[in-house]
Each structure stands twice: as C-alpha cells, then as structure tokens.
C-alpha cells in the first residue's frame, strides 16, 4: 500500500488544485445581467426546481405544472443534456397509483433522483426515468412539501413550508424531524463544510436557520431579499434565489450581495460545479436560464 502513497498525493493535490483554480474563475464582485446568460431552456411548464446530474452530465428540471396541491397527476421531470437541449420533456411522471401532481424540489442519492410532490416523495431510476420509490407522507398533516436534501448516509430531509417543519426519510420511513419552526423552510441544503443543513425561509423573513442529527437549531445568517426559494453552495459560498427582489445572492458567512439580477421571481436554482453554472428556473416565465459565472 505505501509504494502507492505518492500517486493517491499527488491525485489529491491534482484534484484540489483544479476544483480551486475553477472557483477561481467566479466573477463575485459583478452583477451579472442577460449578456452572462450561456443558454436558455424553453418548452416547459412551470419548471420549479433543477438538478444537475455531474456523472451523466445532464439536467432534470421539475415542472409545476398548475402548480399548488392540486391532485392533478400533470407533473413531470425533464432531462436535457448540459448545453440545455431536452433529451426527453416528460422523462419522469410517476406510476398510475403513484403519479407525479406538482414536483419540487430534487435531490440525488447514487442512482436515485429523489423529488418532493403533493403526497409525498417520489424516487426514480436516474438513467431509465422508472419509479422505484413512493414515500407516502399523507399520514402527516401536510402543509406544502416543497424541497429535499439528503446527508452523507443517503438519509432524506424534506421541508414543509405550511406547517412549518422538517421530516426525515430513513429507511423508506418518513417522520417528523423538526416541528413548530420559527420560520417557514423553503429550500433546504447540506453545509459541505460542517455537515449541517441549512434552511431558506420562506415570506418576509431574512433569518437562515441551520441544523444538526441531534435536532440542535442555530441561527445561520441573516440576508438581505426575502421570499427565498433554492439555495446550493458553490466554493464556500452560498447561493440563494431571493423572489423578493429577483436576484440571486451570495453569501461568504459575513457578505450578502446580489450576483444575480433575473428577468423573473427564482426558484429552486441548480448548480453545474464542472463549468460554474447556475440554473435558475421561473415558474411563470415557462423556462430555465443557465447563468455563466466565470470571469470574462
């Protein structure tokens, strides 16, 4: 094993030294307008949340389609290739029993595309678009599940922007995580720092939540904006769409500051780490900018 030991540094150092000189290459000083857009994806139906996929290189995109609660088994994901063509509209819709109404929020375990929906969340095969899972929520009094993340062990957390809580899915068994929050979670991602989530709040409130396995609740940071809807990291920054103001911001643990102006109201942002792009859907708008954020 040691004669080995040089090549596993040297991969190491290799790897770190890429991923740093491509964050490197962020323009985070200017706000971005249309003329940083790479591309534009059409043809959708109310798309509210984007998953980029790095190991097929591909994007999923959630369409809302009447949005709301309604029962209406219309949703749908669609898979694009990285440069935005569709590859398949209606790639994921559900089975007849378990079918998909108003998809959300999105996240990825190993071959698994998790999506948050009206009654539940819904697991799919990531290269067939087959169901494989449905975890039933409706034992719960639902308010509004809305986005999904998951730790490092694979287990699921989802927010509820009506009740206001937090469940969490282990095992193929959801419950109620966290309960009676101060501030409705919108969007909801993993801190690759320290492994704690953070929580987006939803209405006029400015104060991001984090939280621990051990339910232990602590005060993130406060940001400028309001109605806040997806957030990922990028480098050590945080990114969030605020639909208050039509932005997205940035923040480094002590700065906020608009990166983005948009053209409509943000909501569940997707992030390409390989080429430092930002998806960023509008319900209203029928599509999905992808934003360019490398230094021109």
Known sequence: MLKYLPVIIALLVVSCTSQESKTANIDWETVQDSSHIAFTITDLDGPEAVRYDPDQDIYFIS????????????????????????????????????????????????????????????????????????????????????DVSADNEGTLYVTDTGNPRVYQVMNGTASVFLDSLPEAPNGITLNPENNEFILAPWGGDQMFRSFDGDKTLSEYGSLDGGFFDGLE????????????????????????????????????????????????????????????????
């Open 63 to 146: 369409n809302f389609t009447g949005g709301g609660n309604t029962q209406d088994s219309t949703g749908f994901i669609t898979k694009t290739d990285a440069e935005g063509n569709i590859l398949d509209r209606e790639f994921m819709t559900g089975t007849t029993e378990y079918p998909l109404h108003a998809p959300r929020g999105m996240f990825i375990v190993n071959e698994t595309l998790w999506a948050a929906d009206v009654l539940g969340v819904h697991g799919f095969n990531k290269a067939t678009g087959e169901q494989t899972d449905f975890i039933d929520f409706t034992d719960f009094e639902i308010g509004f599940l809305n």
């Open 233 to 296: 990291f990028l480098s050590q920054n945080l990114l969030v769409a605020s639909q208050q103001d039509s932005s997205i911001r940035f923040y480094n643990g002590t700065v906020s500051k608009i990166l983005i102006k948009t053209p409509g109201r943000p909501a569940d942002i997707g992030i390409n780490t390989n080429l430092n792009h930002v998806a960023v859907p509008y319900i209203a708008l029928d599509r999905v900018d992808i934003w360019n954020l490398n230094k021109k």
